[in-house]
């Protein structure tokens, strides 16, 4: 589903993704680990074209390394930012009408779908955005991006900041939509990641520098000393 080749990202003089290689296959997770300042983040922007990158970006067999991010959106490739960023004086219900910009005539369909996979969300419909906990904010941020009919899910950080009662809420959901969509995972809890991941990268210093099957990474010495606590 997503081929990225030689994706080089610079902030000035400072090189934050150095020429990196990464593929995700339809109906799978793929994991992207790694310590803050390694270049997960600006890794998910530039694929969505919204830094300025250098290489390849090819999602479901069309070269999208120059479409706008609006475009790469309403082609089926949707990202779940980091910190959610949902709009929090809008209602629970607009902000998902705001993921459906490209959608609105199938606005209801795609609502109750939603609704179905996040039955808390249909409870605080009218609720403002801003009200709700970290872990219904995470859920409507999902939410939102399910809203424009993604092919391909691209999730930067959904654990960050919420209790482990509600992180295993929100990996059990992203497990669940592998069964419909693929996922890149960007993920500072390694642990978790690589538990429901098929495979998986680590990213030091804006280069991959390890690759395996997710549980090969699990039991490796290196990775275990590094992001897993030993």
């Known amino acids: 589903m997503l081929k990225v080749k030689d994706l080089t990202v610079n902030y000035g003089v400072i090189a934050a993704v150095r020429g990196i290689d990464l593929n995700v296959k339809a109906g799978t997770i793929v994991t992207l680990i790694g310590a803050n300042g390694a270049g997960k983040t600006s890794t998910l922007n530039a694929i969505v074209n919204s830094v300025k990158k250098s290489g390849s970006v090819v999602f479901d067999g069309i070269d999208i390394s120059k479409m706008a991010t609006h475009k790469i959106v309403k082609h089926g490739l949707s990202l779940v930012p980091e910190g959610r960023k949902i709009f929090i004086n809008l209602t629970v219900e607009e902000n998902l009408r705001m993921g459906a910009f490209n959608n609105d005539e199938d606005f ?121 606590g030993g």
């Open 108 to 228: 209801e369909n795609l609502r109750n779908v939603v609704y179905d996979k996040f039955p808390r969300l249909k409870q605080k419909i009218n609720q403002a955005g801003g009200t709700l906990s970290g872990g219904e904010q995470q859920m409507l941020a999902i939410g939102r991006a399910l809203m424009s009919k993604p092919r391909m899910l691209m999730l930067d950080e959904p654990s960050l900041g919420l209790a482990p009662k509600i992180i295993g809420e929100v990996f059990e959901i992203i497990t669940e939509l592998k069964n419909d969509i693929p996922i890149l995972l960007i993920e500072q809890n390694a642990f978790a990641a690589l538990k429901i991941a098929d495979y998986g990268y680590v990213l030091e210093n804006g280069s991959i520098t390890l690759s395996d099957e997710a549980q090969n990474l699990l039991g490796n010495d290196e990775v275990r000393a590094k992001y897993l």
